[in-house]
């Protein structure tokens, strides 16, 4: 489907005409479910226990994009299986986001063919590939669509295999391990992945180090820091005017130019990795855009994962992060959810969330998956694939 197809049918007077017909189509379990602005996958299964996905829209033209991939890591018999989950929140448009969307997981498939294995390695491949080919689809369509070198997108990835959980991220999404407390009720949360935020200081200092001879590689405007006085993010995927020198000049727009040619990338493709062993104490993962953790602390996000059942879990932390943003206005949670996209972005961002349970069982076991399990969040026609 086309983009404009798809954006005319996520349109409120298109929704308005197919009203009295759509659900069947739109609630089609696989693919999970749309409601109005929200769409949700309430509970399913991929290779290690169950999963929950929700995507809350904000934007005119929503920039975030997910998905989760269950089963063969590679295109070989003998290639590794496991699960693989990704968050990529768009900036500048929804170009790059759609692109890793639809290009990433194929590369680490292609990497882990090639290697006979999941490694830092074969994802760090993965990543630079990924951005390597929109970097490449950039400079194609410099003529007609400069606007594209200014388009990007935070990238979280989370793997699953043989019984280790890799996690890669540029940008400022963030997964928490929900960890129990032996012979306790209780629920730790864990932060598992590292952020690349200009608001962070470890991030100012990496920055001021990478270029000490540029005083204004990070600049405080309006009480929030920002890598040239321009993005608060200093890894991404795309982002080509800050990467490339040859598309930081007309015809972008003027906001996007730097008043001097560059001699070295300004920001990062190259993801901060963790190798986690996983336990039988490990008892889930909440993949989020920072939509969600703007409103939601690490811990408030496990307690409610949790405390409650499984089926719609994530959908019940997008909920709560909205009732947290209604409350930062001073307004009723049932007004903001009339409020349109595009409006509605004053008052939140788009907000991604996966949850995914670890069974301790289904970890210890390598097992291969004949019916691998397929889905991108959001998308009206998701479903699963057979291997």
Not at 167 to 191: F, K, M, P, W, Y
Not at 294 to 303: C, G, K, P, T
Not at 376 to 382: P, V
Request: net charge neutral; hydrophobic share 35%.
């Amino acid at each position: 489907m086309s983009n404009t197809i798809y954006d005319y049918m996520m349109s409120s007077e298109y929704l308005k005409m197919v009203k009295p017909c759509w659900k069947p189509y739109f609630e089609d379990e696989a693919s999970g479910r749309l409601d109005g602005l929200l769409w949700h996958k309430d509970l399913g299964q991929h290779l290690y226990g169950e999963f929950s996905m929700a995507v809350m829209q904000a934007n005119s033209v929503i920039e975030d994009q997910c998905q989760l991939e269950s089963g063969p890591l590679g295109s070989k018999n003998s290639s590794p299986h496991g699960t693989f989950v990704g968050v990529y929140d768009g900036h500048g448009g929804p170009e790059t986001a759609r692109f890793i969307n639809e290009n990433l997981f194929r590369n680490l498939k292609k990497f882990a063919s090639e290697h006979q294995e999941i490694s830092e390695n074969v994802i760090r491949k993965s990543f630079k590939a990924t951005e390597e080919g929109f970097l490449s689809l950039v400079k194609k369509q410099w003529p007609s669509k400069p606007q594209m070198a200014s388009v990007g997108s935070c990238c979280l990835v989370g793997l699953i295999c043989n019984g280790l959980l890799y996690i890669a991220n540029v940008g400022d999404s963030r997964v928490v391990l929900g960890r129990a407390h032996r012979g306790t009720r209780e629920v730790s949360a864990i932060q598992v992945s590292m952020e690349h935020n200009a608001n962070l200081e470890s991030v100012r200092d990496e920055l001021r180090s990478m270029h000490p001879h540029d005083s204004q590689i990070v600049v405080l405007k309006h009480k929030v820091w920002r890598v040239k006085g321009i993005i608060q993010v200093s890894r991404s995927i795309g982002d080509a005017y800050l990467k490339r020198t040859e598309f930081n000049r007309e015809p972008l727009a003027a906001k996007f130019r730097l008043p001097e040619p560059f001699h070295k990338p300004i920001l990062s493709a190259d993801p901060s990795i963790l190798v986690h062993k996983l336990d039988p104490e490990d008892q889930f993962l909440i993949f989020a855009s920072d939509g969600l953790w703007e409103h939601l602390s690490n811990e408030e996000a496990v307690d409610i994962v949790h405390n409650h059942p499984r089926h719609g879990i994530a959908k019940r932390l997008v909920k709560s992060a909205l009732k947290e943003a209604a409350k930062k206005r001073e307004m009723r949670f049932s007004d903001l959810k009339k409020i349109e996209r595009g409006v509605r972005r004053h008052f939140h961002d788009d907000i991604t969330v996966i949850v995914i349970y670890l069974d301790p069982h289904l970890i210890v076991q390598n097992f291969n998956c004949s019916h691998p399990f397929s889905i991108r969040g959001g998308a009206l026609f998701s479903s699963p694939t057979e291997g």
